[in-house]
């Protein structure tokens, strides 16, 4: 294994959790292997397979420290994993994925530079199962920064999709446990939640892992599910996760980074708390978890009726449609709709906060015309004639001719 010399800290476990991949994990190790940064230990946690992962991975022999387990799950995997773990810092490895060769080079340096730091992550690129080549592989987008905390980042959207592309501090994942035993989908998003709870994320803008893709069922042997039913799992787990939290994290949290004085404490500044009401209800909203964004809405909306939205706050508002599953729950509910117009009522002048929350139904609207879906307009069509009056509807009209304009004349 090449290495360099380590100084400051006790190095990086790996836990690789695997369940039936004896065709994709000799890669996925060895991708581990060839890392530029000295290893601690390779943790191969096998979550009761069946096939011939344990003859697989013995052929690395004390390299690879092996553990077997009934089958329980990733979640319940990673836990046996760290058990045994014994470095200051955790990479929690895929069975069937790559990783770059400088990877955990690259994600120690800023967890080693800074004691706040309890997580870094960098980017992902994704490849068919047969189609190793770099060449062939695509790159994953993830959001364009913004001053926002990774944390909220997070919340609104679990953009990291490959756990691998992530770095953490050991003693971040030892403070979440016991882990949750009802977590058996979205496993990285619940760590990656978990952790960013405590500290400072670090981006690392380097490609860190080559995620491999292909069709099949996921999850422990009792809950294997397929490509059709992944959406309404996925949901229901994102709600488990986020809804706790928006119960336990203090105001302040929506606005302010975790090392920040003001993180903690009540905010008193009504723009202030206006802007982290907005935060917290696009976040409910995005996750479909309704009552918590209504009364987040409804209660920032009625802060300084007579002072218009800033354009953060505007832009925050305009994802809380943006669901990437889909916003049929209000398409069906009228009233929920009729809610968040009335909502609106709170400021002097509605539209302020009606035009950027309909945005997304605008888009809604262009995909369903392009790709000739009636049903999709219809839906889209009678969501916004409930919510937006025709004054509304009016100033979002002219809202968009303006920025037309003003795209035409930069081009």
Known sequence: MPHNEQTGHAGISVILATYERSGFIAAAIQSILDQTQELREIIVVDDGSKDETADVVATFGDRVTYLRQENAGKLAAIARGLDHATGDFVWIMDDDDLATPDAME?????????????????????????????????DVPYPPPDDRSFLVRLMEDCFITGHPCVLVRRAALEDMRPFRRDIL???????????????????????????????????????????NDRNARWIMHDKMLIGPLLQSLPLGAYIYHSGDARYGSP??????????LFQKATIAARKKLWPVALDALDEGAALMP??????????????????????????????????????AQHRDDPSDL????????????????????????????????????????????????????????RH
């Open 354 to 409: 009606l035009v950027p929350l309909s945005r997304p139904l605008l888009h809604e609207l262009k995909i369903a015309r392009r790709e000739k879906d009636g049903l999709r307009a219809r839906k889209a069509l009678a969501t916004w004639k409930t919510l937006m009056p025709w004054r509304s509807s009016v100033a979002a009209l002219r809202e968009i001719f303006d920025r037309n304009a003003k795209r035409l004349a």
């Open 106 to 138: 690259a994600l120690l340096e800023p967890l080693a530079a800074d004691p706040r730091c309890v997580m870094s992550y960098g980017r992902m690129s994704r490849f068919e199962d047969g189609e190793e080549d770099t060449g062939s592989d695509s």
């Open 185 to 227: 989908a979205s496993v990285d998003y619940y760590l990656h939640l978990g952790v960013a709870t405590q500290g400072k994320t670090v981006f690392v803008d380097r490609l860190v892992l080559r995620q491999r893709q292909h069709r099949g069922s996921r999850g422990p042997s009792a809950l294997r599910y397929g490509e």
């Open 306 to 343: 007579s002072t218009s939205l800033t354009a953060e706050e505007r832009r925050i508002i305009s994802k809380a449609l943006g669901c990437r599953y889909g916003i049929d729950e209000v398409h069906d509910d009228p009233d929920l709709v009729r809610r968040l117009r009335g909502i």
């Open 267 to 276: 905010l008193t500044d009504p723009s202030e708390k206006r802007r982290a």
